[in-house]
C-alpha cells in the first residue's frame, strides 16, 4: 500500500530525495513518517509528519541534514536528503499511522501498521 522511490548510491556530501506513495491508504488521516535500518540494528527513526503537515520531527543524526515534506492532497511524502555521510547507509522504510490525531507524529516504529518495502539508500566515502 506504501510505495517507495528514489534510492541509490551517492557520494559522500550529496543528495538524495526519497518520495513515498500512499494513494493505497484509505484512513482518512494518518501521520508519515521514515525509518531506517542496517543489518543486525534495530529499525530507526528518521523524520516523520503529521497529517496536517504542522508536526515535523526528526532524529537527531539528521537535523539540518534533511527535510520532510507532504503533497497538498496529503498522499505522498518525500524525504530531501543533504550532506549525505556514509552513516545513513541503509535500507529506507516509509510507514504510515493512522492512530495519532492530526497533528501528531510517533517516533516508534511499533505504533506504525503500515509499510512500504524499503529503498536501498548508499553512501559512499
Known amino acids: 500500500q506504501l510505495v517507495e522511490s528514489g534510492g541509490g548510491l551517492v557520494q559522500a556530501g550529496g543528495s538524495l530525495r526519497l518520495s513515498c506513495d500512499a494513494s493505497g491508504r484509505t484512513s482518512t488521516s494518518y501521520a508519515l513518517a521514515w525509518f531506517r535500518q542496517v543489518p543486525g540494528k534495530d529499525r530507526e527513526f528518521v523524520a516523520g509528519?503529521?497529517?496536517?503537515?504542522?508536526?515535523?520531527q526528526f532524529a537527531d543524526s539528521v537535523k539540518g541534514r534533511f527535510a520532510i515534506g507532504r503533497s497538498s492532497n496529503k498522499n505522498t511524502v518525500w524525504l530531501q536528503m543533504n550532506s549525505l555521510i556514509p552513516e545513513d547507509t541503509a535500507v529506507y522504510y516509509c510507514a504510515a499511522d493512522d492512530g495519532v490525531a492530526a497533528w501528531e507524529v510517533i517516533t516508534t516504529w511499533t505504533a506504525y501498521d503500515y509499510w512500504g518495502q524499503g529503498t536501498q539508500v548508499t553512501v559512499s566515502s
Open positions: 509528519i503529521s497529517w496536517t503537515a504542522g508536526t515535523r
